[in-house]
């Protein structure tokens, strides 16, 4: 398998903008999730699935920002409007199992919000 | 908030010699778990110790867990410039997960 997979590697765009990450899980995890990476915050947990289904999207930030994941092999996180705030790198991870589980990292994405 | 809290922030060790990062943290847990990333890379797993283990070990690193003190820590021994990375602790409570701050350690040759 070649892990995680994450679209695009480096995202650079203007405020107000739509943003969409994408992420491909390592096939026959049943868990995914997304995280944020910032110098300031570290590394937050934002929502993560299982089977396909958003179980805990309190990591959310705000309203600007959505995830879906209409199938085992393919998950989004959308941000619209972008903001200069937004701006970090964002990695998904998937497992078998919750967290008492290995997570296996994506090599993420750098989002870059002018 | 970040559970997870690691010591030191910073850590910088010369090639050969051991390198001790600690980790503590505030509510009970199921378990915790090391993770490093190199530069500009997604993160990779490490080890994981469940809270009823008291140590772990894989190669060249031991991780402790002392569940009274609330606190992990990652040893690597006879360190090498390739270990130069950041490492993170990540607990599990209650299936939330929180990852700490980080230490990032430097290893010269």
């Known amino acids: 398998d070649a892990g995680v997979i994450q679209s695009p590697r480096h995202e650079v765009t203007e405020m107000g903008q739509e943003v969409t990450l994408r992420c491909k899980p390592i096939?026959?995890?049943?868990?995914l999730f997304w995280y944020r990476q910032t110098m300031m915050r570290g590394l937050e947990l934002l929502i993560y699935?299982?089977?396909?289904?958003?179980?805990?999207d309190s990591g959310m930030p705000e309203d600007r920002f959505s995830a879906k994941m209409p199938n085992a092999s393919f998950s989004t996180l959308k941000i619209q409007p972008s903001e200069p705030r937004d701006s970090a790198v964002y990695f998904c991870?998937?497992?078998?199992?919750?967290?008492?589980?290995?997570?296996?990292f994506g090599p993420g994405t750098r989002l870059t919000v002018l | 908030s970040q559970q997870g809290e690691e010591d030191p922030q910073a850590l910088s060790i010369q090639e050969g010699e051991n390198a001790t990062m600690n980790c503590s943290y505030k509510?009970?847990?199921?378990?915790l778990q090391w993770y490093r990333q190199n530069s500009g890379r997604g993160l990779v797993h490490l080890i994981l110790?469940?809270?009823?283990?008291r140590e772990k070990h894989s190669g060249r690193l031991r991780v402790t867990l002392d569940t009274s003190k609330k606190s992990s820590s990652l040893l690597i021994t006879a360190s090498r410039a390739a270990d130069t990375a950041s490492y993170f602790c990540?607990?599990?409570?209650?299936?939330?997960?929180?990852f700490g701050a980080g230490t990032r350690l430097t290893v010269k040759p």
């Open positions: 991870a998937s497992s078998l199992g919750i967290f008492a589980n290995e997570q296996f």
């Open positions: 096939s026959g995890h049943d868990y």
């Open positions: 699935f299982n089977n396909n289904v958003p179980i805990d």
């Open positions: 509510t009970s847990i199921n378990n």
């Open positions: 110790i469940r809270s009823n283990e």
């Open positions: 990540a607990t599990d409570q209650n299936n939330d997960m929180r």
